[in-house]
C-alpha cells in the first residue's frame, strides 16, 4: 500500500486530548469528529487539512486515555498516514482496528518538515521525500497487520472473511 501527502509536524506528547479534546466525546460521527480534530494544538487542522496528508510527531503520539476517537478524528479529517518516533501502545492498536495505517521512525522529526511531500510504501516501511532526494527506513507491518488497515479496520477485516452460506 502506497501513499503520498504532505506533512503536517507536531511534536512530542501529543495525548488523545489534543487529538480530539473530550468535550467532543458525546459523538462518534466521524465528520464532527473530524472538524474539530487537533483544535486544541492546532486551531487551523481542519482548515489546513488535505485528503492525503501525512501527520508527522515526536515520541508518545497518541499518550493519555485510550479513546477510540482519536485515530478515528484523524481518520476522518482525511489524514492517510502517522508516522511517529514512537505510538502509545493503546492509540497504536486503536490506530491499527479502525485501519489507521502508522509507522514507527526513529529521529523522524529530525530529518521530516512541515510541508514535505512524502511517499510512503507501508508494505515496505520506506518514506521518500522525493523533493528533497531523502530515503528513510522504518519497520513495516507484519502482513497480517497490513490486511487490516489494507481492509479498512479489523471489523472490516474479519466482515471480509466470514463466508455466508
Known amino acids: 500500500m502506497k501513499l503520498k501527502g504532505r506533512v503536517l509536524k507536531y511534536g512530542d506528547n501529543v495525548d488523545t486530548d489534543v487529538i480530539i479534546p473530550a468535550r467532543y466525546l458525546n459523538t462518534s460521527n466521524p465528520d464532527e469528529?473530524?472538524?474539530h480534530c487537533m483544535e486544541d494544538?492546532?486551531?487551523?487542522?481542519?482548515?489546513?487539512?488535505?485528503?492525503g496528508d501525512i501527520i508527522v510527531a515526536g515520541k508518545n503520539f497518541g499518550s493519555g486515555s485510550s479513546r477510540e476517537h482519536a485515530p478515528l478524528a484523524i481518520k476522518s479529517a482525511g489524514v492517510s498516514?502517522?508516522?511517529?518516533?514512537?505510538?502509545?501502545?493503546?492509540?497504536?492498536?486503536?490506530?491499527?482496528?479502525?485501519?489507521?495505517?502508522?509507522?514507527?521512525?526513529?529521529d523522524v522529526t529530525d530529518r521530516i518538515e512541515e510541508g514535505d511531500l512524502?511517499?510512503?510504501d507501508l508494505n515496505e516501511?520506506?518514506?521518500?521525500?522525493?523533493?528533497k532526494n531523502i530515503n528513510i527506513d522504518s519497520?513495516?507491518?507484519?502482513?497480517f497487520m497490513q490486511e487490516i488497515i489494507k481492509a479498512g479496520g479489523l471489523i472490516e477485516k474479519i466482515k471480509g472473511g466470514i463466508k455466508h452460506a
Do not use: H, M
Open 81 to 106: 498516514c502517522v508516522i511517529a518516533e514512537s505510538f502509545a501502545r493503546i492509540f497504536y492498536r486503536n490506530a491499527i482496528n479502525i485501519g489507521l495505517p502508522i509507522l514507527e521512525c526513529k
Open 139 to 143: 519497520t513495516p507491518f507484519p502482513s
Open 33 to 35: 469528529l473530524a472538524r
Open 125 to 131: 516501511g520506506k518514506i521518500k521525500l522525493p523533493e
Open 118 to 120: 512524502v511517499e510512503v
Open 41 to 51: 494544538i492546532d486551531p487551523d487542522f481542519a482548515s489546513k487539512v488535505k485528503d
